[in-house]
């Protein structure tokens, strides 16, 4: 009789990397069908059968997600004789719905459909050095956010897309905003002083601005198809404070300012675009003013955070940039004229790093 082999430890590390990647996979399955969004909206959990007729999908492969989803802890299932009905958990509400309070569901959908099969070409980004949009989408992109939003824009809501990079790119950064020195001390008794976050995105950062700074202006600058898509979609917070500015940040003139804000920025693009672009800051921006960068910092060595690192080939397939070490970003800060430099290590995915004037 044939022995049964004890699995090796490699096999065991490959089966939990394999199951990980699977419920990304069905996580990412449900949002784009819709599942979280229709039993959101049911008075009560639903069964196979309404949640089939509801979504236009087959039985069979429907009960087979919803059952995955209950293992992940996404849903809720009861048996009602021998009859599975099936519920939503608190994260998918909160989450996964596009009416949820902190909804990432359109992100979540943008992953799926986008940065999922650009990772499909990762030896030929590394190859070739330069992102996948030519072979997964047939886009050139030469114009970055250009191609960017072209494949974003999958139906005809064509703002999903937008909605989804100005407010999800934000989500959570607004607490790094009090890293930095209050902008408007030299301000007190004069006009107020100028924040200026580089894209302005949905405002979330404007808004936390003025929460910290109530003396403070800020100004949101962003592109005009942003910047439309934020008034439609967003209210805009402490109305009269913050006011908008459009233009592209590489070619237009800057809104003069104390504080620049450049949330995961430099790292969309190649050394000479991201030293042209702290150029033109240090020129707008205010004596005494300067600029704070979030963005994710590998070590010096290299060795590491492992997500900072595979987040750094996601910059490769999808843009023309790098996340980049500390002393890098010093030398970059220094090089446009920038001095004082302070980094503040936060234990989270996302480090500040500021710099004066």
């Not at 992100?107 to 940065?115: E, G, I, K, N, P």
């Not at 959570?172 to 107020?192: E, I, K, L, W």
């Not at 090089?335 to 503040?344: C, E, Y």
């Amino acid at each position: 009789m044939a022995q049964l082999k004890t699995p090796r430890k490699e096999d065991s590390r490959a089966a939990a990397d394999s199951g990980q990647d699977g419920g990304r996979r069905a996580l990412l399955a449900a949002c784009e069908l819709g599942v979280f969004h229709v039993l959101a909206e049911a008075p009560g959990p639903l069964d196979l059968g309404a949640v089939t007729t509801r979504l236009g999908t087959s039985s069979h492969g429907t009960e087979l997600l919803l059952d995955a989803c209950v293992s992940l802890k996404l849903l809720t299932v009861e048996m009602r004789t021998a009859e599975a009905f099936y519920g939503n958990t608190e994260l998918p509400c909160t989450y996964l719905t596009s009416f949820g309070p902190k909804s990432q569901c359109h992100m979540l959908l943008y992953l799926s459909r986008t940065t999922y099969r650009c990772w499909g070409h990762l030896a030929e980004a590394v190859r070739e050095g330069k992102n996948q949009y030519e072979k997964a989408f047939g886009i050139p992109s030469h114009d970055l956010f250009t191609a960017i939003y072209r494949v974003g824009m999958w139906d005809s809501v064509s703002d999903r897309f937008l909605v989804a990079k100005v407010h999800g790119r934000q989500a959570g950064f607004p607490m790094f905003v009090g890293c930095s020195p209050d902008p408007t001390h030299r301000a007190r008794g004069s006009s107020p002083c100028p924040i200026c976050p580089i894209p302005g995105g949905s405002g979330a950062l404007a808004g936390e601005c003025t929460s910290l700074y109530p003396d403070a202006k800020v100004i949101v600058f962003d592109t005009p198809d942003v910047v439309r898509t934020v008034k439609k979609h967003f209210p805009v917070p402490a109305e009269g404070q913050i006011g908008f500015q459009e233009g592209d940040f590489f070619r237009d003139p800057l809104p003069e300012a104390d504080l620049y804000i450049l949330a995961r920025v430099p790292q969309d693009w190649a050394d000479p675009k991201c030293s042209a672009l702290l150029a033109r800051v240090h020129r707008t921006c205010r004596p005494g003013g300067g600029v704070l960068a979030i963005e994710r910092v590998p070590d010096e060595d290299r060795q590491g955070p492992l997500s900072t690192l595979l987040f750094s080939l996601n910059m490769l397939l999808q843009t023309e940039g790098r996340e980049r070490s500390t002393s890098q970003c010093c030398a970059r800060l220094s090089s446009a004229g920038f001095g004082g430099f302070q980094l503040k290590k936060t234990g989270g995915f996302y480090d500040a790093m500021l710099a004066r004037k």
